[in-house]
């Protein structure tokens, strides 16, 4: 695993860490971790989130259509 050090953190923002920590029950550590984990991780996908909070496991079926084999068709302006 790799190391870091902040130096020149100002008292307000390590204040802030300090209670944002605390509300999530954390270390500072593991709160500063988690949040250069989610600044440097790849955006969830849209299908995820609707799956997430609207899939079957919420009572919702959700039919996942195949839109590269069966695109929409562009419209057209031309009259």
């Known amino acids: 695993m790799a190391n870091i050090s902040i130096r020149k953190l100002d008292k ?3 204040m802030q860490l300090r209670m944002r920590a ?3 029950g954390l270390s500072m550590e593991e709160e500063a971790r988690q949040i250069i984990y989610q ?3 790849a955006p969830e996908r849209m299908s995820s989130v609707f799956q997430k909070y609207f899939g079957e496991k919420n009572g919702i079926d959700l039919d996942v259509l195949n ?3 069966n695109p929409h068709e562009p419209m057209d302006f031309n009259e």
């Open 39 to 41: 600044a440097v991780s």
């Open 12 to 14: 307000t923002a390590y």
């Open 22 to 24: 605390a509300k999530h």
């Open 67 to 69: 839109q590269r084999n």
